[in-house]
């Protein structure tokens, strides 16, 4: 079974600052997406970033980047100049390309970015 | 685009009722739809996967008596809470996934259950 680790449950930054959230997840699957979603508190979630396990080039979306290390499992986000509008839960989620196409969620990091 | 609704966001009602969430996906057809649970401070938990015409697929542990899954269209996907107790209170939250190479899902807005 595929498992999914955030280490960090909360942290905190200033506004305009980088800051990078870790997860690292768990599988004997070969082909496979990752994604880290938002979600604020109104509870809606958004996708922030999504990557294929095959592309070796990292997921951008604007300020958000992400480091996929394939080897080491690992597939932390990175935000540059953070804004307060980035205070949420971030969730880390693996999907396996073959079977169900279930996400698994990691146990989330709680972002907060001081004004 | 891949916008998905889900009504109502917030239900209260009694115990031993039954209550009905709908989840549309708006501009988009939706192969495979899926169910949540939410507990405060918590990740998600996977519920059921439904897909169009056929009987939803249920994760261990969750009563498929209890939590009744309907995929009647390629919009629309309904979980009915039957019998409900405050045990069942919580965050109730649908994805959708267009398929056909798309497997993003995309998340509903969240239905808050409160049972009394």
């Known amino acids: 079974a595929q498992t999914v680790t955030q280490s960090q449950p909360e942290m905190s930054v200033q506004e305009a600052e980088t800051v990078t959230l870790s997860c690292t997840y768990d599988?004997?699957?070969?082909?496979?997406?990752l994604f880290w979603y938002k979600q604020p508190p109104s509870r809606q979630m958004i996708l922030v970033i999504r990557q294929e396990a095959y592309k070796q080039q990292n997921a951008t979306e604007n300020r958000f980047s992400v480091n996929f290390q394939k080897a080491a499992k690992s597939f932390s986000l990175k935000i540059s100049d953070s804004q307060l509008g980035d205070t949420a839960m971030y969730f880390c989620a693996f999907m396996p390309i073959q079977g169900a196409q279930k996400l698994v969620f990691g146990q989330g990091t709680r972002l907060t970015i001081n004004p | 685009g891949a916008v998905v609704s889900q009504h109502p966001s917030w239900v209260i009602c009694k115990s031993g009722t039954s209550v009905k969430i709908e989840c549309r996906s708006l501009d988009f057809q939706a192969t495979t739809m899926f169910w949540y649970r939410q507990f405060p401070k918590q990740s998600l938990m996977l519920m059921a996967t439904s897909n169009e015409g056929s009987k939803a697929t249920y994760e261990q542990g969750v009563e498929k008596d209890k939590f009744l899954i309907n995929h009647a269209s390629l919009t629309l996907s309904t979980l009915t809470v039957t019998s409900a107790h405050p045990e069942d209170s919580s965050f109730y939250i649908c994805?959708?996934?267009?398929?056909?190479?798309?497997?993003?899902?995309?998340f509903g807005p969240g239905t808050r259950l409160l049972v009394l």
């Open positions: 599988t004997s699957e070969s082909n496979y997406y």
């Open positions: 994805s959708a996934t267009p398929g056909l190479a798309e497997e993003t899902q995309y």
